[in-house]
């Protein structure tokens, strides 16, 4: 009696932590938005990508449209789902503060992938709030792994994330 199985080829992927000063650097455009539309769509090399619509409330490096849009990889396209390790899964409604590089044709994308979104949450007060960044030596350990749920990674109220994405862009915090 078989398993069902079928062979196919296995891969492992290991993702390194981006500081977040090199997020910052890296992004041509910083925004703080809403999601206002998913669309997956086919490329020209066959692969399955998700545009991803964003109605921009802040501007924080660079400069934007009212919307901007942003490619990520993987989506769904009728009855199939295509997903990427490490892409992000973005859905209408969701807030956040995108970090944005400018890839081929012209077109946004997140620095890092998932890296580059960082998601605005409501606190216990009901106050917005973003995930604390990787700051080496501040956030985390100067050298080593990133821990997961290390203590000095709180969440920062969304006015003081904003200001050390400004600080940094100013050419703070080195």
Same mark, same amino acid.
Do not use: C, I, N, Q
């Given at each position: 009696m078989g398993l069902g199985l079928t062979q196919g080829a296995?891969?492992? =992927?290991?993702?390194? =932590?981006a500081e977040f000063r090199e997020v910052v650097s890296e992004a041509a455009t910083v925004v703080r938005g809403r999601v206002t539309d998913v669309r997956a769509v086919r490329t020209a090399a066959g692969e399955v990508e998700s545009v991803v619509t964003i109605g921009v409330d802040a501007v924080?490096?660079? =400069?934007?449209? %009212?919307?901007?849009s942003m490619r990520i990889p993987g989506g769904v396209i009728g009855r199939y789902r295509t997903v990427?390790? %490490? %892409?992000?899964?973005?859905r209408v409604g969701q807030q956040a503060v995108f970090f944005l590089k400018r890839a081929t044709a012209n077109a946004f994308w997140p620095v890092g992938l998932s890296q580059g979104i960082y998601r605005v949450t409501l606190s216990t007060t009901g106050a917005p709030t973003v995930a604390s960044p990787v700051l080496a030596g501040t956030t985390t350990n100067t050298t080593g792994?990133?821990?997961?749920?290390?203590?000095?990674?709180?969440?920062l109220p969304l006015g003081e994330f904003? =200001?050390?994405v400004r600080f940094v862009v100013a050419g703070g915090a080195r």
């Open positions: 296995l891969g492992a =992927s290991t993702f390194l =932590s924080l490096k660079g =400069s934007a449209d %009212a919307f901007v990427m390790t %490490a %892409a992000p899964v973005m792994v990133v821990v997961r749920g290390d203590p000095r990674r709180k969440a904003e =200001s050390l």
